[in-house]
């Protein structure tokens, strides 16, 4: 399919602490298709540690300039740790009037923003019960530093920001399209995207984000816990905790001898049972918000998504079942483009594939208080 510059859709980019990954959609009458999309693995980094500014930027540069991205425009999301998320309730009001009483009360009650931070909102839902109705409401919020830093990256490849998207809004997005049904606006999903800095629980009900939160335990977690068991270097975890996996078929990729994999497996363990815990008080803390219906299952996403030893894992402490996502489902093209999908789910592409599906003229940003 010839794609022209006006079927082209925004260049997305997902900054992610190990792997940089950017796509571009295109197509017409409701068939989207990826133009170019292409990633770039950062060298290895204890503790999730970001990425150095110029790594990142030679990084953006080279793949911008090798594949066939169309136009300047992008699309883009901040980093999980840069940003400060806090539920809040208030009173119901008008939309005119919510999002000065938010940006007054995000002042308030985060810490280190500053008169000029990003602040963004989600209305969650009504909280039922009490003697006053009031609405549940998740404030995303980044120091203004924080912001110039991302968007300085952009300028120096002479890149346009149409969009600087929250992250949750962006795994879900690709998801969201199939919630067109009127049962389906009552229907409760859980998201969990397991990346290597850190796992996101976002829940929805409908097409509503209901409730999201980070948790520092991700693949970076993982391979410390395994080299605390075996006496190694994290850096060669990463490769043996692979070798111990398998993939979203079952299928393992190079199996250790019983030693190895059974050290591997429970320095695992450990920290996919936190992370199971952590899993079940969203789920509860949604329950006793919200009420109504419950989830019937998890979607996970993210790089460390793909191994299903550890949506077992995760399952049999949520006591729900846990699914790999396919954030690209009915989308051509992606095994053209990307390099890394191999006909998997490619669910670690959720928070591109979101970005790059995202009605930029939808835009809602609000800077300031």
């Known amino acids: ?164 998207d929250a992250l949750p809004c962006a795994v879900f997005r690709p998801f969201e399209r199939y919630l067109q049904r009127a049962d389906d606006q009552q229907q409760v999903n859980v998201f969990v995207d397991v990346g290597w800095s850190g796992a996101r629980v976002t829940i929805t009900r409908g097409s509503r984000i209901a409730f999201t939160r980070f948790f520092e335990l991700g693949g970076a977690q993982l391979d410390n816990l395994v080299a605390q068991s075996l006496g190694i270097d994290p850096a060669k975890t990463a490769q043996l905790r692979r070798r111990a996996g398998c993939d979203d078929a079952g299928e393992c990729a190079s199996p250790l001898d019983g030693t190895e994999a059974d050290a591997v497996d429970t320095a695992v363990r450990e920290g996919l049972g936190q992370l199971g815990k952590e899993i079940s008080l969203c ?35 949520s006591g729900l079942p846990c699914r790999v996502g396919f954030p690209l489902r009915n989308i051509t093209g992606a095994d053209a483009f990307c390099e890394d999908a191999s006909g998997g789910p490619m669910a670690d592409w959720a928070t591109a594939a979101g970005l790059a599906l995202k009605p930029v003229r939808c835009l809602t940003a609000r800077v300031g208080r």
């Open 1 to 164: 399919m010839s794609l022209t510059r006006s079927r082209a859709g925004s260049i997305a980019i997902d900054f992610g602490t190990h792997t940089l990954r950017v796509m571009q959609l295109g197509g017409r009458e409701g068939q989207s298709c990826v133009l170019a999309a292409a990633s770039h693995v950062f060298p290895y980094r204890q503790t999730g540690e970001l990425p150095e500014h110029d790594e990142v930027v030679e990084a953006l540069r080279t793949i911008l300039h090798t594949k066939r991205f169309v136009g300047k425009q992008v699309v883009s999301t901040l980093n999980s740790r840069d940003l400060s998320v806090k539920n809040i309730r208030m009173p119901e009001m008008p939309e005119s009037e919510l999002a000065c009483a938010v940006e007054f009360e995000a002042g308030d009650r985060i810490a280190g923003l500053g008169d000029d931070a990003l602040i963004r909102f989600i209305p969650a839902g009504v909280v039922p019960g009490g003697a006053e109705t009031q609405q549940e409401i998740i404030v995303l919020a980044a120091p203004s530093a924080v912001v110039r830093g991302h968007l300085q990256v952009l300028g120096e490849l002479e890149l346009e920001s149409v969009g600087l």
């Open 283 to 317: 789920l509860r803390y949604y329950a006793v918000t919200f009420r109504g219906r419950r989830p019937e299952s998890i979607t996970c996403v993210g790089g460390e998504a793909l191994n299903s030893r550890y949506l077992e894992h995760l399952s049999e402490i």
